[in-house]
């Protein structure tokens, strides 16, 4: 089943964001330094998955034409107003913990960290590919424990990032399952590899932003992924692969 990893790693954000959001109100200090810890995590792992790419220049073209693509359609104005409509639509039913994170930060926050990390690809293709789950099941681990401590910080705003989770790799996975039929192993390896790339740089603007070092409009460079792929299946039909 290409989607049974997806299905897992929904509810173990599901299940670890409702745990987190039930934890007694954080002291300011400890929220702060468990905010700053996960920041520097993640900008690691950015460097770390921005060193994959073969052609730097697929990167940085990948980035701009993405990223004009984001602003001209407005993705982090879209992407807050969201969180915004449902913010209001919890808060009418249930209050978030004192102190807590607005609901649109925790969505917008776990929402990009979750979607664009290379095991979120890696993992949907094997699983469409091969119906192996194992990288998944690990990130699924991964993110239950993030969303602990992330909700606990930021509030229940990160149960929904669930939704855009499912939706992303399950599209992958779906996808995977019927494209392994028309291209070859070393060219699935070199889109992967450009577009771990690309989505690293994006997570390390994800770490700016939750170290408050400088505001990044990540989510309007969403496309960039997109894009990487079509420059990389571009490159490979004019090499004649």
């Known amino acids: 089943m290409a989607l049974w990893g997806t299905i897992v790693n929904t509810v173990a954000i599901l299940v670890g964001g409702l745990l987190g959001s039930l934890l007694p109100h954080v002291p300011d200090g400890v929220r702060r330094t468990i905010i700053q810890g996960l920041g520097l995590a993640i900008l690691v792992l950015g460097i770390t998955m921005a060193l994959e790419t073969t052609n730097i220049l697929t990167v940085i073209t990948s980035l701009v034409i993405g990223g004009l693509l984001g602003e001209w359609m407005r993705l982090e104005e879209r992407l807050l107003r969201l969180g915004a409509w449902l913010e209001r639509t919890v808060q009418r039913y249930a209050k978030t913990g004192q102190g807590k994170g607005s609901i ?52 229940i705003g990160v149960i929904f990032s669930s939704i855009p989770v499912f939706l992303y790799q399950g599209s992958i996975a779906l996808a995977a399952s019927f494209i392994y039929m ?35 409009n990540v989510a309007n460079l969403l496309p960039s992924l997109l894009i990487a792929v079509v420059i990389v299946s571009v490159m490979q039909h004019w090499n004649g692969w």
């Open 182 to 216: 028309f291209v070859t192993e070393a060219q699935m390896l070199w889109v992967i590899a450009e577009v771990t790339a690309v989505g690293g740089v994006l997570i390390v603007g994800i770490g700016l932003n939750i170290l408050e070092i400088k505001k990044i």
């Open 104 to 155: 649109a930060e925790g969505f917008v926050t776990t929402t990009l960290v979750y979607c664009i990390g290379a095991m979120a690809i890696l993992g949907a293709l094997d699983g469409g590919l091969r119906d192996d789950h194992t990288i998944l099941y690990t990130k699924s681990m991964l993110d239950g424990v993030s969303a602990v401590i992330f909700a606990s910080t930021l509030g």
